[in-house]
């Protein structure tokens, strides 16, 4: 084939050809990746919601309560809200993975928190904030650990008292963003609920 | 063999991708905060210049020329794509870390170039030397360049969580060496470097090809 003057249909032959061998190949790499991809993420996120909640043994993710969740969280972007459970199926409390906007774009973090809404902990699954400024205060144990014991139920007033990194406010307050959305997802959603669990004397 | 050699060392020295053609630099100034980002940038961009190379040399003779380039795409953008969900699944931090990094080297121009440029024109023996070259040329630079900003910017090397290679803890490495700025000045350095090398090199061919002469034109 001379391959300066083709004419329209081997033109339109070769793309299609093309298109269909690419697309059977990756369907081929989808399928033998698929199942691997979705563990490793699961994986993850059962990891960060163990950080955050180490006492319970099971996560229940409550898609019914999604929606509501998200309007609750008003800018921050709710992914999923899971009830932690201990052995015997009780409420142990609630993990919020929750997406807050930082310096370099989102922050996706889970905060857990605990069934009377006391914050136990902030995960942060990824980030993209500036390596070596805004990354360093996601590492910092002495930020991170500011958040416990925020009250859920006033998180408003607990949020003023805070402390920022010097030099990465953006990172920061991104962070702090995560936890007062997680806060009011529980004032308005989740303290409802508390009552309705299977073992609360 | 020879010509397949030669072919192959161009990549690494005087057609270096990234130190002499500076084709792109955008990846390689964003990843190179991490040695172990970089080593798998490095390997990705390796297996996807070398397997589109094969196949647009492959394909250069039943490829019209009108269609080559949306053809190319979808070459490059498939083995991107493999190369994608192999990572994600195989390599949960480093993909993390790379980000949306990978899914940019289709539009990377080192192999829409070197595919247009070299692999439609040659056969496959010598694509492969072409695309092999190029892509550890591009590897060896921005594994370096990566090393030294994570050692001089975080005070330590680290590989798949292992620790290879660190200051001692007092040591605060600056951090303009991590960010963009330090990204280029480094750079600079290596630029500099690789030119003076490829000078001094094609100086040394130039001695000994005339010293031969001189001896054949003795030998007579």
Known sequence: MDRANATPGQMVLAVVLTCAVAASALSVTYDLTKDRIAEQERAAEVASLGEVLPDASEFVAMEDLLESAQVAAG?????????????SGDLMGWGVRIAARGYGGPIRMVVGLDRNGQVTGVSIITNTETPGLGTEVLASDDFMTQFVGWDGLDIDSAAKAYDAVTGASKSSNGVRTGVLASGHVFQEVLSGIREGGAVDE | MSEWFSVFKRG??????LTV?????????????????????????????TMSAILVSFLRHVVPEKVRIPVFIVIIASFVTIVDLMMKAFLPTVYDFLGVWIPLIVVNCIILGRAEAFSYHKPVKLAIADGLGMGIGFSAVIVVLASIRELLGSGQIVFLGTKIIGFPAWYKGPNIVLLFPGAFIIFGFMVAGAMALNRRMSARQVQTSQRCTIEEGGGS
């Open chain 1, 75 to 87: 800018d921050s972007d709710v992914g999923a809200v899971y009830r932690a459970e201990g052995e």
């Open chain 2, 12 to 17: 690494l020295s005087v057609d270096n991708p």
């Open chain 2, 21 to 49: 053609l500076m084709i792109g630099l955008c990846a390689t100034l964003a990843v190179s905060t991490k040695f172990e980002g970089a080593f798998f940038m490095g390997l990705a961009v390796i297996f996807v210049l």
